[in-house]
């Protein structure tokens, strides 16, 4: 079974940068597709980033693209989501998940199992 804890999240300026980290336990992390989400309030979930396994490919929202870099870190098992150039827009919970399918789908519905979540707040 495959279980996935976020951490990093916090409150940062906008401008600043904060690294997410998705621990991965009972598989290597390198052997499976990932992916990191996030969800505003009052909007849907929606996707950010995804990485192939043995990091062969990685694939970015419009929104992020040239501010947020995913990545793994191999040594501890775990994905990483390095976001640089923040803006009050990026405040949300950020989920990491697992796809089911290759090609780093966007669909939510594609990833399973997901990690609870950690918050990310930039104020402006």
């Known amino acids: 079974q495959v279980l996935l804890e976020e951490s990093g999240g916090g409150l940062v300026q906008a401008g600043g940068s904060l690294r997410l980290s998705c621990r991965v336990s009972?598989?290597?992390?390198?052997?499976?597709?990932m992916g990191w989400f996030r969800q505003a309030p009052g909007k849907e979930r929606e996707f950010v980033a995804a990485?192939?396994?043995?990091?062969?490919?990685?694939k970015y929202a419009d929104s992020v693209k040239g501010r947020f870099t995913i990545s793994r870190d191999s040594p501890t098992n775990m994905v990483v989501l390095q976001m640089t150039a923040l803006k009050p827009e990026d405040t949300a919970v950020y989920y990491c998940a697992v796809a089911t399918e290759g090609g780093l789908p966007r669909q939510i519905a594609l990833y399973d199992p997901w990690g609870p979540g950690v918050q990310v707040t930039v104020s402006s």
């Open positions: 009972g598989r290597s992390s390198s052997s499976l597709d």
């Open positions: 990485i192939s396994r043995y990091y062969v490919l990685t």
